[in-house]
């Protein structure tokens, strides 16, 4: 079940095209990551999503019918852009966007308090946000995300502007949420939190789709169909890339009967970032392989 | 449009400024200067009675002195003969004020007169003594020509014109007024509204600026429609400039009633004197009764100023107002990313502002003129103008015309500036110019 539905999403800005027939489908209870370069029009199809920008045509359903304002007001949204007011108190602050979401003052401050004891945070409630570095700002833009517990989340660049410590603790959140059953669409250049979060990914380029599916068929069909096999014989270890046969035994056995020993062998998955980079380079990405 | 949210948002942007020290501190030192405004010309009025100067005089003409009588402000004393010097030097030990040093009769029949005092004398004193000195060589003047029964001629030809002011009202019953009275109010109240409505209309401006700047617009509007959220703040800030009139009220009150009882004021407003002073008339032709009469009219014209129609229009309009403008200030700031950017643009809304302002002038000299008319019915300078020709009286139907139309035009104002803030807020990037708004206007 998808618990959204871009189909043929249209947008221009005067002359200048950002969507062009994009259609995306979000999994419900998945990791949704939303990839491309700078200005492929990810932001644009994220602020489609939440209504924020009108599209020129195509439609947006959420779990199966055009989407709401009722709908929209209940996705934690986290723009690229993030924002606080800066001369607000931290816990001020963060009630305020929760009740916004419509939850009610108890129910946010317990909710809140949670989160703040979870990042070790609890110190921070009477603090203005101006005194705040950088890197807590954004914890405290996440909590403010997530905090009504929301079934849909779309964060657009979760991880810029952490540290790797706190990428991780971000990293870690964001699978537990995940876990707990709740469908997170994010927009990253991180294209290693890609193999490591994503379920599923779009890849976007110009304006337009690249492609779209589980990350692991991705990787799949773009790899070259290799494997690697490592072996120790008389001389030492051995490393050898070979093309994969139909049967992968056919080949361990031919090495076994050369009387070496075989340390692993393994199909050679590309990474993400190879993929990206030959997609976008390629261009419109037209030489896409059947 | 969701209630609670918008609750939720007037509720912040209501806290947030409240709890400001800068909202406490104008609050109470407004006050405090109103109550100062108030209490200190009374408080002088009062004091100075007790203070007399001393004034001695040398009068080496042997005309004047006579003309030298003792009154509130002044106690003369004469020391004609003695040595100027001796006098002087008690005046430098402080024994006395003045020292009043008058010339012998001169050929031209005048005499020349001087001070001495270690203080300046004051405006006031001159002013009093020069007259009284030229009265006394007035008279010895008209003496000399040794006319028969002077005594009676000058008492017979003595005389006290002033000009009596009456205004008539729907019935034809004349009451006295005094058009300065009018003027001042009518001047306060068009400067009251009119920095109420500059002041707080800017603070929805900025308000809006911060929120986009800060980038937290963003996450606003994916949780609340543009709408509540322009609203809310238009109406919390509302919610703001009413407690603060109500403060500001509320602890004027008590400063001026706290400091009459302290200072005795109380006493001396509400002393038989005063009130015998207010309803005499105007018969007298001493210095006293004319002050006196003056009292009466005062108290008279502030008693017939339509306070109620005043207070309650004051409130009309600058809710009116403040809607009206603090929408078009949203709708500029949602077009804008800084503060400097809005100067140029926010031009089209402060020129009536400005406008409304200068017709206050106008209004002041002579309310009934066309442009004050025009001024007072025309939504954008409305409540401004009209609050300064209500003093002087306005028609109900006048009232309920300016009235509506300010409310039609607000709500016609407010679904164009919605339509812009909507579309602005999330503009960043480029200056949007006048033309960018209409654009904003027409798109669905």
């Known amino acids: 079940m998808s618990i959204i539905q871009c189909k043929e999403i249209c947008k221009s800005f005067g002359e200048k095209v950002a969507l062009d027939h994009v259609s995306v489908e979000v999994p419900e209870g998945r990791i949704f990551g939303l990839l491309g370069p700078n200005g492929a029009g990810k932001t644009t199809l994220i602020r489609i999503i939440n209504r924020i920008t009108i599209p020129n045509g195509g439609d947006v359903l959420f779990k199966g019918r055009p989407i709401t304002q009722q709908d929209v007001e209940k996705i934690g949204y986290m723009p690229e852009e993030r924002g606080l007011y800066r001369k607000m108190k931290v816990g001020d602050q963060a009630l305020y966007l929760a009740q916004l979401k419509g939850m009610s003052r108890q129910d946010a401050v317990a909710g809140l308090k949670d989160w703040f004891v979870r990042f070790g945070i609890q110190d921070w409630w009477n603090k203005k946000v101006e005194e705040l570095?950088?890197?807590?700002?954004?914890?405290?833009?996440?909590?403010?995300?997530?905090?009504?517990?929301?079934?849909?989340?779309?964060?657009?660049?979760?991880?810029?502007?952490?540290?790797?410590?706190?990428?991780?603790?971000?990293?870690?959140?964001?699978l537990r949420l995940r876990d707990e059953g709740a469908t997170i669409i994010l927009s990253t250049h991180n294209m290693e939190s890609v193999e490591e979060l994503c379920d599923d990914i779009a890849l976007i380029n110009k304006s337009r789709l690249v492609i779209t599916g589980g990350v692991a068929d991705i990787r799949r069909r773009y790899g070259n169909n290799n494997v690697e096999i490592e072996?120790?014989?008389?001389?030492?270890?051995?490393?050898?890339?070979?093309?994969?046969?139909?049967?992968?035994?056919?080949?361990?056995?031919?090495?076994?009967?050369?009387?070496?020993?075989?340390?692993?062998?393994?199909?050679?998955?590309?990474?993400?970032?190879?993929?990206?980079?030959?997609?976008?380079?390629?261009?419109?990405?037209q030489n896409e392989p059947a | 449009m969701n209630l609670h949210k918008i609750g939720v948002v007037i509720s912040r942007e209501y806290l947030t400024r409240v709890k400001k020290k800068s909202f406490l501190i104008t609050t109470?030192?407004?006050?405090?200067?109103?109550?100062?405004?108030?209490?200190?010309?009374?408080?002088?009025?009062?004091?100075?009675?007790?203070?007399?100067?001393?004034?001695?005089?040398?009068?080496?003409?042997?005309?004047?002195?006579?003309?030298?009588?003792?009154?509130?402000?002044?106690?003369?004393?004469?020391?004609?003969g003695r040595d100027p010097e001796e006098v002087k030097q008690e005046v430098m030990d402080g024994k006395s004020d003045v020292m009043l040093l008058i010339s012998a009769i001169d050929s031209t029949r005048s005499v020349s007169a001087q001070t001495f005092s270690r203080k300046p004398t004051g405006v006031d004193f001159s002013q009093n003594v020069s007259y009284k000195i030229n009265r006394a060589v007035e008279d010895y003047r008209i003496k000399s020509y040794g006319i028969e029964g002077l005594e009676t001629i000058m008492k017979d030809v003595k005389s006290n014109v002033s000009v009596k002011e009456f205004t008539l009202d729907d019935s034809g019953k004349a009451t006295v007024s005094e058009s300065g009275i009018y003027m001042i109010l009518s001047m306060v109240l068009g400067m009251m509204i009119y920095m109420f409505i500059a002041m707080f209309g800017g603070s929805v401006m900025s308000s809006v600026i911060e929120e986009k700047s800060s980038r937290v617009v963003e996450v606003l509007v994916s949780s609340v429609k543009?709408?509540?959220?322009?609203?809310?703040?238009?109406?919390?800030?509302?919610?703001?400039?009413?407690?603060?009139?109500?403060?500001?009220?509320?602890?004027?009150?008590?400063?001026?009633?706290?400091?009459?009882?302290?200072?005795?004021?109380?006493?001396?407003?509400?002393?038989?004197?005063?009130?015998?002073?207010?309803?005499?008339?105007?018969?007298?032709?001493?210095m006293s009764s004319i002050q006196n009469s003056e009292m009466s009219v005062i108290l008279t014209t502030l008693s017939n100023i339509?306070?109620?129609?005043?207070?309650?229009?004051?409130?009309?309009?600058?809710?009116?107002?403040?809607?009206?403008?603090?929408?078009?200030?949203?709708?500029?700031?949602?077009?804008?990313?800084?503060?400097?950017?809005?100067?140029?643009?926010?031009?089209?809304?402060?020129?009536?502002?400005?406008?409304?302002?200068?017709?206050?002038?106008?209004?002041?000299?002579?309310?009934?003129?066309?442009?004050?008319?025009?001024?007072?019915?025309?939504?954008?300078?409305?409540?401004?103008?009209?609050?300064?020709?209500?003093?002087?009286?306005?028609?109900?139907?006048?009232?309920?015309?300016?009235?509506?139309?300010?409310?039609?035009?607000?709500?016609?104002?407010a679904w164009a500036s919605a339509k812009i803030y909507k579309a602005g807020i999330l503009m960043f990037g480029k200056k949007s110019t006048w033309s960018d708004l209409f654009k904003w206007l027409k798109q669905k």
């Open chain 1, 133 to 174: 570095s950088k890197g807590m700002a954004q914890k405290l833009q996440f909590i403010t995300t997530v905090v009504h517990k929301p079934d849909l989340m779309i964060l657009d660049e979760p991880f810029s502007g952490f540290d790797p410590v706190n990428a991780e603790v971000i990293r870690k959140e964001i």
């Open chain 1, 231 to 285: 072996y120790t014989d008389a001389d030492g270890r051995h490393t050898e890339v070979l093309p994969r046969e139909t049967d992968g035994n056919n080949t361990l056995k031919s090495f076994i009967d050369k009387g070496v020993t075989v340390n692993s062998y393994k199909e050679l998955m590309p990474r993400m970032n190879d993929i990206f980079i030959k997609l976008v380079t390629e261009g419109d990405g």
């Open chain 2, 28 to 80: 109470f030192v407004v006050p405090i200067l109103f109550a100062a405004l108030c209490i200190l010309p009374a408080f002088l009025i009062n004091n100075i009675k007790e203070k007399a100067q001393s004034v001695v005089v040398i009068d080496n003409s042997g005309i004047v002195l006579p003309y030298l009588e003792d009154s509130d402000a002044m106690d003369f004393t004469d020391c004609t």
């Open chain 2, 226 to 286: 543009s709408l509540e959220l322009m609203f809310g703040k238009i109406i919390g800030i509302a919610l703001v400039a009413l407690t603060q009139f109500a403060l500001w009220i509320l602890l004027t009150l008590v400063l001026v009633f706290g400091a009459s009882t302290i200072f005795g004021l109380g006493d001396l407003l509400s002393s038989p004197e005063m009130t015998q002073m207010a309803q005499s008339g105007m018969s007298g032709v001493d």
């Open chain 2, 306 to 413: 339509p306070w109620g129609q005043l207070i309650v229009c004051f409130f009309v309009y600058f809710i009116l107002g403040y809607l009206l403008y603090a929408s078009m200030y949203a709708a500029i700031g949602s077009a804008v990313e800084n503060e400097a950017d809005a100067q140029q643009l926010q031009l089209p809304v402060t020129i009536p502002l400005m406008l409304a302002f200068f017709i206050v002038f106008f209004a002041m000299r002579n309310p009934e003129s066309g442009i004050v008319w025009w001024g007072s019915m025309i939504p954008f300078t409305s409540p401004i103008v009209m609050l300064a020709r209500i003093p002087y009286g306005v028609p109900g139907w006048e009232i309920l015309v300016s009235v509506l139309v300010l409310l039609v035009t607000f709500i016609v104002m």
